[in-house]
């Protein structure tokens, strides 16, 4: 069972944190965007231990590979586009697609357990019903490509 202070749980609040204020512009006389670092993040949310490994491995592997997972998403979920998502669901649905099924990081019950959780404390009220709904349309084709069925 997963534990509120498991390192790789940590990890992934802290890469959705980050990944989520990128979508935010800030004043412009502070440049373009204002990003916290992930000790920052670490401070604010009080963490003193977590996964630095796979939050670097989460953070770079959704900014290389977003083209890929927003096209995996816009397949699994023809009737959100992209732009209509909440953009908290759309961080937690990037970090799952790219952990379970891109780089293959962590199994894919796993991670898409993680983004329900994740949805459940970060999205609104139905956004963990929306994360399970998406990664599990993608994990039964998947499953099935898999298996030759």
Known sequence: ???????RHLARTLAIQYLFSLDFK?????????????????EIDEIEHFDDHLYEA??????????????????????WPIEQIKRVDLVILRVAILEGFVMKITPPKVAIDEAIELAKDFG??????????????IYEVIKKENNGN
């Open 1 to 7: 069972m997963k534990k509120a202070t498991d390192p």
């Open 26 to 42: 800030t004043d412009p006389s502070l440049g373009d965007r204002l990003q916290y670092e992930k000790e920052q993040l670490a």
């Open 124 to 137: 609104g009220s139905a956004s963990d019903k929306f994360v399970n709904g998406v990664l599990g349309a």
């Open 58 to 79: 989460i953070i770079n592997g959704v900014k290389d590979n977003q083209a890929e997972i927003d096209s995996i998403i816009t397949k699994y979920a023809p009737q």
